[in-house]
């Protein structure tokens, strides 16, 4: 039997009104009393953030707020916040927001406290220590990066997308309020939510995958395929957030210590391209690469279509694999998330360029069957007919 490990230092916090003990937290952990609030306009606009700041400022700390980052956070935004983070002499980052806010927020406590930019760090070229304390705050059901060891960040000179990826990079404190994702638009709520989906099936299915990982991945799937639904009909269905935002949790803490796989490294592709919405972007490969790979292990793919409710127990592998891809293409048509062929700027003529930063992806190796540039092409054209 293949060894494992699993690991997650993270200290979550999960509740309904959670966020307005973030003072009290910060105290307790002693992570010093200078913060980089980090976020981004939307978040700010929603009235999200103004309440925490001054919560915190109320209690004696010391706030600055840095907001200049994109839905898909760019290197050099990264390294504007780590100049701040150092002239602000902050000690610690509290992000508040989606994947972008909480990625940028990593990559500054890393750069901010010892130097060097996203590139050195992806490409191996300087150390993961000394990291700032993190504190992260969703707003979304779908990222998982509150309890992730990595941060996904855009190398504005390539276009690529870079995985910074160390246990030093999981945060201190995780803290869930689902009361924050009660203004989360429909679209968002489906792309983000899609997302999380993503993450449970990649990290149950991958080549690193292991037992926790995929306990954790089982239950985050049946979490998110039944509150999905509901909480895109009616944001302030609070059972229906609360779920969601456990279940992207869950699935987050299923990758977090395995990886994700071609789904993501499409998808990641996109947005480095096209500044694609990451959730937007894995959905429309999703179904895609799940054709593909169930050809490599149809038992496992078929575990896949039951744990979601969209086969039987009483049905064949072949026939609960084909219920699980069409129930996943109905899901997101309920969602009324686009089609590749349908995003703004998704040109055949760019897809030699996708194939080739999907393959330079690190998660290409995870993928539960092994895929090569041909398969990638194969499947950018499926998606792009359908």
Do not use: W
């Not at 509740?15 to 973030?22: A, F, I, N, P, R």
């Not at 606009?45 to 600055?64: K, N």
């Not at 899609?194 to 292991?210: F, P, R, S, W």
């Not at 429309?284 to 078929?302: D, I, Q, T």
């Amino acid at each position: 039997m293949p060894a494992y490990r699993y690991h997650c230092q993270t200290r979550i916090e999960m509740g309904k009104g959670k966020s307005k003990e973030l003072p009290e937290l910060l105290r307790f952990l002693h992570v010093g009393k200078s913060v980089l609030l980090v976020s981004d306009p939307g978040v700010i606009r929603a009235g999200l953030v103004a309440p925490i700041r001054a919560a915190l400022e109320e209690a004696g700390f010391r706030v600055t707020l840095f907001d200049a980052l994109s839905q898909n956070p760019r290197d050099t935004e990264c390294l504007e916040g780590a100049s701040l983070y150092r002239e602000a002499k902050a000690d610690a980052v509290v992000a508040i927001g989606g994947g972008s806010a909480m990625d940028t927020g990593k990559t500054i406590a890393l750069c901010g406290a010892n130097g060097g930019t996203p590139t050195d760090y992806a490409d191996g070229r300087l150390p993961y220590e000394n990291i700032a304390p993190i504190i992260c705050i969703p707003t979304t059901a779908g990222t998982g990066s509150e309890v992730t060891r990595s941060a996904v960040i855009t190398e504005s000179s390539t276009h690529r997308k870079m995985t910074l990826k160390h246990e030093t990079l999981r945060p201190t404190l995780a803290l869930l309020d689902p009361a924050l994702t009660y203004s989360v638009p429909p679209a968002v709520t489906a792309a983000t939510g899609v997302d999380a989906l993503v993450h449970a099936i990649e990290g149950y299915t991958c080549k690193v995958t292991n037992p926790i990982s995929q306990a954790l991945g089982a239950q985050a799937m049946r979490t998110i395929v039944d509150a999905l639904p509901a909480a895109y009909a009616n944001g302030q269905d609070e059972e229906a957030r609360h779920a969601m935002l456990e279940g992207s949790l869950l699935a987050g803490l299923c990758f977090g210590s395995a990886d994700v796989a071609a789904v993501h490294c499409l998808a990641e592709a996109l947005g480095g391209l096209y500044d694609t919405p990451h959730g937007v972007a894995n959905s429309v490969f999703l179904p895609y690469v799940l054709k593909f790979n169930a050809a490599e292990n149809k038992p496992m793919h078929a575990r896949l279509g039951r744990y979601m409710g969209f086969a039987a127990d009483a049905d064949s592998d072949d026939q609960a694999i084909s219920k699980l891809i069409e129930g996943i293409r109905a899901l997101t048509e309920s969602l009324h998330i686009p089609k590749l062929k349908d995003l703004p700027g998704v040109r055949r003529e760019d897809f030699p360029r996708i194939v080739e930063l999907a393959m330079k992806n690190g998660s290409t190796p995870s993928n539960v069957r092994t895929i090569t540039a041909e398969d990638y092409r194969s499947i950018l054209e499926e998606a792009f007919e359908s």
